[in-house]
């Protein structure tokens, strides 16, 4: 059974960074895009960024600048980078992989609070 495994969330400063990191176990398993989603109380899930297995990558406008997804497709694991943190990027973060031939995984979440 594949299980998305998430770690690195925690309480950081306004300005400050975090690493997430995710990495798929179990059965040997092909993915074709890898992402993070968020989760903010009283809000709808939203896409944060997002990768493929060719390298192509997106994010939300919020994030731009500030954000950098990476992923080792060998290894199956993906990485969001965040700098210069802020109040509003306060939620729960969610990996999520699209698997091939279809489906979809996601990770149990990790708590992300930026304050002062």
């Known amino acids: 059974q594949v299980q998305l495994v998430e770690s690195g969330g925690g309480l950081v400063q306004p300005g400050g960074s975090l690493r997430l990191s995710c990495a798929a176990s179990g059965s040997r398993i092909r993915i074709n895009v890898m992402g993070w989603y968020r989760q903010a109380p009283g809000k709808e899930r939203e896409l944060v960024a997002s990768v493929t297995s060719g390298g192509s990558s997106l994010y939300v406008d919020s994030v731009k600048g500030r954000f950098t997804i990476s992923r080792d497709n060998a290894k199956n694991t993906v990485n969001l980078q965040m700098n210069s943190l802020k109040p509003e990027d306060t939620a729960v973060y969610y990996c999520?992989?699209?698997?091939?031939?279809?489906?979809?995984?996601w990770g149990q979440g990790t708590q992300v609070t930026v304050s002062s």
């Open positions: 999520n992989a699209v698997v091939i031939p279809g489906g979809s995984l």
